[in-house]
């Protein structure tokens, strides 16, 4: 590109005067609307006229002011429309000029853009947040990047004064909402310009920063398509930008996914009319410098699928744009992908949207497919389809991973870890604990989640002991059997996880062992243990570091039972004896002391849970022969509530996800649940499961 442009430099000095001079001046302009002033290079719009007069087309054009090597141009909506088909023909460019609706705001815009300090760093760029940046980019997928392109491509034509303009914004407006759905942080709303700008809307979706909202990150994409041979003709623009438009978007849904929340605010952008001299991002960015928004960092994506440099995966474009962001995002690139190949192109004024910020002294980088002059040469015409890249969006995925580590590493931020569910049998994640039995007789898991309704799934044999548990900490509990066996070589749990129903077995224990699934090392992860009655032993696999914790608890005889008793967020290492006496060796002390209580009778069933909503899970009871609970305060007082028949079988739980356990029974004469809500002291009765069935909540102690 630079080759090119030192080739004809001499060329427009020659003739430079000759520029001012009016040729055909236009005092109206086409269908009445009023004249647009463009800034244009002016050695790029002489390439342009010589070329037009080489090929018979008489291209005039008002030039009345040259500022820093910048043309002002007065034209109307049809010279636009020409001077835009001429930029694609000639440099390859989406635009390639800047629109505005005075010669005096065309001139300020010119002397903004070179008076902008490119070398200028705004922040201090790090590279220190691999924990919440690394599971971000694990989640991009590109089958999301390729339907999004798809689905932009399918619609006529996306320009800017069309009705199909205005409906694929909507479109992308309700996808982004639908994608932000339960994130009370995120918003997404239009930004509407004047019918003179731009019938098409912009769409902007704001993450609140949460711990400097008022600095921001801003990523960007143009919305808008177009065919350079006239208004209606169809342009998918598949490349050009649906591809960058769909990199945001799966960017944005790999946030939502895994929780995300940046200390900074974030924005991502879907601009209008940037195919016509990047109207909507100049609007954008003139209003936020009007405000004076603290803008910290910019991310241009423009064209993000087709590969068009064999050797290189990602070039950054190192003209008007931020020379201290550049290396930043390299350095990202480096450190994220680095089996990436970056390159550096050049693409002169006007470009891409970047610019709009650029010469509002924003620092922008604009990240490309190619080097600029191997870019897709189908742009702007109803060849720019999904095809031009095998029918894949893997190149555009790149930029989707790239984008979440500049918004990880320069909005920072983190994924909230999970703490530990007091919701047992959550199987949807919503925090209440679901009803749910286990069939024996057909090996079948039958749930009415609290959120997502009913499911039913056939997982295990009579003969297992149901160990349900949260052992992936995505915050739903994972179905999960234990069969001992005496192989090493075979699983003794199985583990059906929640989230995609994928499959896992452990081979840990020997027949007669007893499940004691919990969460010991305090990483939000169930981990995988058991109790050894022959020797009174505890074997945990810890899942935070692979670790093995050991450890002799207790008499022959005694009675494991699982509960985080000091609060710490850990499970307890605990026994009954007798019935009657409960020892508890504490996490906090890393096991080494342990506490005795002597509580209960014969016959009564432990129940460890929080029920009076202090975090420590409670010494408790439920003594089945009169339907009775009894639990130990933390005042030495022993608390007690009548709920419950003879017969029942406890199923305590957080069924209303107050944070406090429920008193529950399951009835199996008649297979109805019993349910006494501690947020409001409200009943729920709820028919579900046979008498032969095992209520799930309360597998977790038994």
């Not at 090929?55 to 141009?73: R, T, Y």
């Not at 984008?403 to 209440?432: C, M, N, W, Y």
């Not at 009169?626 to 933390?634: A, D, H, I, Q, V």
């Not at 608390?639 to 069924?655: H, I, K, L, M, S």
């Amino acid at each position: 590109m630079r080759s090119r442009f030192l080739a004809f430099s001499a060329i427009s000095l020659f003739i430079a005067a000759a520029i001012f001079v009016f040729i055909g001046y236009f005092s109206t302009t086409s269908a009445g609307t009023p004249p647009l002033w463009i800034s244009v290079d002016q050695s790029e719009l002489e390439m342009i006229r010589q070329n037009a007069a080489l090929a018979g087309d008489d291209f005039p054009l008002d030039v009345v002011a040259v500022q820093n090597g910048i043309a002002v141009v007065r034209a109307d909506e049809a010279q636009m429309q020409k001077l835009s088909s001429h930029m694609h023909d000639s440099f390859q460019k989406c635009s390639g000029f800047f629109a505005h609706f005075s010669k005096e705001e065309a001139l300020e815009s010119i002397a903004s853009t070179f008076a902008a300090d490119l070398g200028h760093s705004f922040v201090d760029y790090t590279i220190d947040n691999q924990a919440n940046v690394s599971p971000m980019i694990a989640e991009a997928r590109e089958t999301g990047v390729r339907q999004m392109i798809i689905s932009l491509s399918a619609f006529p034509n996306r320009r800017y004064n069309q009705p199909s303009g205005t409906e694929s914004a909507n479109y992308i407006k309700n996808t982004w909402t639908s994608l932000a759905a339960g994130r009370s942080d995120i918003s997404v709303d239009f930004f509407t310009h004047p019918t003179s700008t731009s019938a098409q809307p912009s769409i902007i979706l704001t993450i609140q920063g949460t711990t400097n909202p008022t600095e921001e990150v801003v990523l960007g994409a143009h919305q808008d398509s177009i065919n350079r041979n006239g208004q209606t003709q169809t342009a998918p623009g598949a490349d050009d930008d649906a591809s960058g438009i769909a990199s945001l978007t799966e960017a944005i849904r790999s946030i939502v996914a895994t929780g995300f929340r940046p200390a900074r605010t974030v924005k991502f952008m879907a601009y209008a009319a940037e195919e016509v001299g990047l109207r909507g991002s100049n609007a954008i960015a003139t209003d936020y410098r009007n405000r004076n928004v603290n803008v910290i960092g910019v991310m241009q994506l423009d064209m993000t699928n087709f590969k068009g440099t064999p050797d290189k995966d990602i070039v950054l474009i190192t003209d008007f744009t931020n020379a201290a962001q550049n290396q930043f995002v390299m350095d990202l690139a480096a450190a994220y992908l680095p089996a990436l190949s970056v390159g550096t192109s050049l693409c002169n004024y006007g470009c891409s949207d970047h610019a709009s910020w650029t010469s509002k002294n924003y620092p922008s980088s604009f990240p490309f497919e190619s080097s600029f002059n191997n870019s897709n040469s189908q742009i702007h015409t109803a060849n720019d389809t999904i095809s031009l890249s095998n029918n894949n969006a893997d190149h555009a995925l790149k930029f989707t991973k790239l984008a979440l580590s500049f918004v990880g590493e320069l909005a920072k931020g983190s994924i909230p870890q999970a703490a530990p569910s007091k919701a047992r049998a959550d199987f949807d994640g919503d925090g209440k604990t679901d009803v749910s039995v286990f069939r024996s007789s057909t090996g079948t898991w039958y749930m009415n989640r609290s959120r997502d309704g009913f499911f039913a799934l056939n997982w295990g044999i009579a003969s297992d002991v149901l160990v349900p548990a949260d052992m992936d900490g995505d915050g739903k509990t994972d179905i999960t059997v234990f069969r001992a066996n005496n192989d090493p070589s075979a699983p003794d749990f199985y583990i059906l996880f929640s989230d995609d129903y994928t499959f896992s077995g452990f081979a840990w224990g020997i027949e007669n062992d007893i499940p004691v699934v919990a969460d010991y090392d305090g990483d939000g992860k169930s981990d995988i243990g058991v109790f050894r009655p022959s020797t009174n032993t505890y074997y945990i696999s810890k899942s935070g570091d692979g670790s093995v914790l050991s450890r002799t608890v207790g008499n022959a005889g005694d009675k494991p039972v699982s509960g985080d008793f000091d609060g710490d967020g850990k499970a307890d290492l605990a026994v009954v004896r007798n019935d009657n006496q409960w020892i508890v060796y504490n996490s906090g002390t890393i096991y080494s002391t342990f506490d005795s209580f002597d509580f209960g009778v014969a016959g009564d069933i432990p129940t460890p849970a929080d029920f009076d909503g202090d975090s420590n899970d409670d010494v408790a009871v439920f003594r089945p022969s009169n339907g009775t609970w009894y639990y130990l305060r933390p005042n030495g007082s022993i608390g007690t509530v009548q709920f419950g028949a003879t017969g029942d079988v406890p199923v305590t739980g957080d069924y209303d996800g107050d944070g406090t356990s429920d008193y529950a029974v399951f009835r199996p004469s008649t297979g109805v649940w019993y349910v006494l809500r501690s947020s409001n002291s409200t009943f729920h009765i709820e028919r579900f499961g046979l008498s032969s069935d095992k209520p799930i909540p309360f597998e977790y102690q038994h």
